[in-house]
């Protein structure tokens, strides 16, 4: 058993991102779970991983109908990892995509990363809009384009400052003291080439960053809805029941 996973998904030969996760330590074991236009296990060494070829696959959903009911050429087999890795006891689990290199300061893990930012939690939330709300983190994280709003987030609101307004009140040093315990979620952010709809990249400019401070973590608050991806996102055991992708949509 481990507690510490990394989950990827690829038809391509190890890349710089699945590389470095693999270097992470003793701490850490990689799933990589394979596709059928994907390499031979043969083909992807790895030092402190785990290739779930599609053989393998196919031999666990003898025994799982949820592996069974998983479709080949699709971004969901990455159900695979996540269910292999609750069932050998992950805590945490980070949820990557293999061109998604972390940038130097996280470049030991994004759990030392989570667990050494000190005073680095900025509470957020949006101002009287009622529970169920959406919340729009890119603007206050920096955005080098305006408008700009992640993948998922209602149309309606892209203009709406209140979608992306920061609210006050909130206690960082209480929240930072319990993020491993009481936060689910935490999604980190690509630079040049953001989780952006069909629409932005169609009217606004591209490449996008964000400029913001690389320590800082910005908190959605509760009652408040605000778009994720399985790109670059740390699950904690909180919130590994909510890991399962959808494999009945297309994949983007």
Known sequence: ?????????????????TKAVD???PNW?????????????????????????????????????????????HFGIKNVGYLIAALHGAEVVWD????????????????AWVLNSESGII??????????????????????????????FPLQDIKSEAASELACGHSAASIEANVTS???????????DPDVDAI??????LPLYFNFEPEKILLVSRRTLSPYNAQA?????????????PVTVHGR
């Open 23 to 25: 270097q992470w330590g």
């Open 96 to 111: 990557f995509d293999d061109d998604n290199v972390l940038n130097a300061a996280k470049a030991a893990g994004p759990l």
């Open 200 to 205: 932005y990249r169609l009217t606004q400019p």
């Open 29 to 73: 074991y990689l799933l990589v779970i394979a596709d059928k236009a994907g390499p031979d296990a043969a083909e992807y060494p790895l030092e402190r991983g785990i290739y779930v070829s599609v053989e393998v696959q196919q031999s666990l959903a003898k025994a799982s109908p949820l592996i069974a009911a998983l479709p080949w050429n």
């Open 1 to 17: 058993t481990c507690t510490r996973w990394a989950v990827v998904t690829t038809i391509f030969a190890p890349t710089a991102a």
């Open 233 to 245: 996102t740390l699950h904690f055991k909180a919130g590994l029941f909510a890991m399962l992708l």
């Open 182 to 192: 009481k936060v689910a979620v935490l999604q980190a952010l690509a630079g040049h």
């Open 123 to 152: 509470p957020a939330a949006r101002k009287c809009r009622g529970p169920g709300a959406a919340f729009n983190p890119y603007p206050s994280m920096g955005a080098t384009e305006s408008p700009c709003w992640p993948r998922g």
